[in-house]
């Protein structure tokens, strides 16, 4: 009976002792283990797996463009049109503040002569067009005019050296060109007259040319009378010993 018993026993106990057979410990230092592949990204091979024209999942969001910022106008109002500015800058001229050159444009240049003027007049230097200074510049009419070309205003544009030595020699300084002289003599930008006569070629005027200008007091340089030099000062001798 006890061999019997033993001889069960062996089998059990060998079935029992190997779930508990022990894995050998891996090396220190393990060798590298190399492989003939090449390792991509995962990045890569999710992009490779993704069908050609499949949107993303999380596509971003369209980029917002903000809008352009307009100008500030007198006092910080909306821009005037241009008639309105115009009118104002042939008002201020006329009134011996002018803002430079007439152009049709609100700018800083202009805002300053405003605010001198009105200071100059005791009014508060706001810089708006109240309701008094809108009344006056509504006397300005039309805003434009035309101004037709003679031969004597062809006699004031010409060559005109490069260079100061040669610009001496001349018994006066020219217009490059008539469209400059025509721009001068109304106090106005020359691409403000070009943006009057759109369509027009400006650079071919000529006599009996007509040309639309601001309604502005002309600068009539054919009236400019010549000044005579100056007598060259005399060297006083002092008395003092």
Do not use: C
Request: hydrophobic letters at 35%; aromatic letters at 6%.
């Amino acid at each position: 009976m006890l061999i019997r018993t033993l001889f069960f026993a062996v089998p059990a106990l060998a079935i029992a002792t190997s779930g508990y057979t022990q894995v050998p410990a891996p090396p220190a230092n393990p060798a590298p283990i190399r492989s003939s592949r090449k390792l991509v990204p995962a990045q890569s091979v999710a992009a490779a797996k993704t069908p050609v024209g499949t949107p993303s999942e999380s596509p971003s969001p369209p980029a917002t463009v903000a809008p352009p910022q307009r100008k500030a106008g007198p006092g910080g109002q909306p821009v005037p049109d241009q008639d309105t500015v115009s009118r104002l800058q042939i008002f201020l001229d006329e009134h011996s503040f002018g803002p430079g050159k007439i152009d049709g444009r609100w700018g800083e240049f202009l805002g300053k002569a405003l605010q001198h003027f009105q200071a100059a007049h005791g009014k508060p230097p706001s810089g708006q067009i109240d309701s008094a200074l809108q009344h006056e510049l509504q006397k300005i009419s039309p805003v434009y005019t035309t101004y037709t070309l003679t031969d004597g205003d062809l006699h004031w544009v010409g060559k005109v050296p490069s260079k100061p030595a040669g610009m001496a020699q001349l018994k006066r300084i020219l217009y490059r060109s008539t469209l400059d002289y025509v721009a001068e003599r109304y106090h106005a930008d020359p691409a403000f007259i070009r943006k009057l006569n759109s369509g027009r070629n400006l650079n071919d005027l000529k006599k009996g040319s007509t040309v639309k200008v601001p309604n502005v007091q002309p600068f009539q340089i054919e009236t400019i009378q010549p000044v005579p030099d100056l007598p060259p000062k005399t060297r006083v001798r002092s008395t003092r010993h």
